[in-house]
């Protein structure tokens, strides 16, 4: 079981839309519509952004989308905002009943 | 609204158990479709999964893990708990507790988190 591959960083600029991409194999995020993506600012608990792949938690913003194709999942925000600077993990089930991370994106507001 | 504290030991030594506890309010742990979850976090590094439990006592584990892992619930005290062996240096982490709809890896709501220190 491998960890999932994010880059290691993104930047953009307030206002711009980001993607990061979460990349995985057939066995996790291409087998299963069950990837989820984590907000994580320093020193706080992450905090779930979306599940089910494409679904919002009630009170995300919906600057906040989640997508898939393949075996990669990704995360898009749009109208970026300075406190969407935070850390970004995706994590998906991976069959026989266990979950996998991401390494995690660095999310830079320029 | 549901709440999740960690609690434990902040000092481990080298190949001696690490042990938490996840106390859960404001809703039961025995809510059915829930389990509940351990993450961890080395410091400046990401987020690994250890394992998860249903209130029956069901688990399942991360596999690199599982030879050292045990974790249990206690439904009298609205609590679930890890237990690590043979801890090393490397079992240096933040670690948190959470829940989830199995088997999908939504984790909501998290701890706060705790720092485990293994060290002689």
């Known amino acids: 079981q491998s960890a999932l591959t994010q880059p290691a960083s993104v930047s953009g600029s307030p206002g711009q839309s980001i993607t990061i991409s979460c990349t995985g194999t057939?066995?996790?995020?291409?087998?299963?519509?069950?990837v989820s993506w984590y907000q994580q600012h320093p020193g706080k608990a992450p905090k779930l952004m979306i599940y089910?792949?494409?679904k919002r938690p009630s009170g995300v913003s919906n600057r906040f989308s989640g997508s898939k194709s393949g075996n990669t999942a990704s995360l898009t925000i749009s109208g970026l905002q300075a406190e969407d600077e935070a850390d970004y993990y995706c994590?998906?089930?991976?069959?026989?009943?266990?979950?996998?991370f991401g390494g995690g994106t660095k999310l830079t507001v320029l | 609204q549901l709440q999740l504290q960690e609690s434990g030991p902040g000092l481990v030594k080298p190949s001696e158990t690490l042990s938490l506890t996840c106390t859960v309010s404001?809703?039961?742990?025995?809510?059915?479709?829930?389990?509940w979850g351990w993450i961890r976090q080395p410091p400046g590094k990401g987020l690994e999964w250890i394992g998860s439990?249903?209130?029956?006592?069901?688990?399942y584990y991360n596999p690199s893990l599982k030879s050292r892992v045990t974790i249990s619930v206690d439904t009298s005290k609205n609590q679930f708990s890890l237990k690590l062996s043979s801890v090393t240096a490397a079992d240096t982490a933040v670690y948190y507790c959470?829940?989830?709809?199995?088997?999908?890896?939504?984790?909501?709501?998290w701890g706060q988190g705790t720092l485990v220190t293994v060290s002689s």
């Open positions: 959470a829940r989830h709809v199995y088997p999908k890896p939504g984790f909501d709501p």
């Open positions: 089910d792949v494409s």
């Open positions: 994590c998906s089930y991976a069959g026989s009943s266990t979950l996998v």
């Open positions: 404001g809703g039961s742990i025995s809510s059915s479709s829930y389990y």
């Open positions: 057939s066995s996790d995020v291409g087998g299963y519509n069950y």
């Open positions: 439990i249903y209130y029956s006592g069901s688990t």
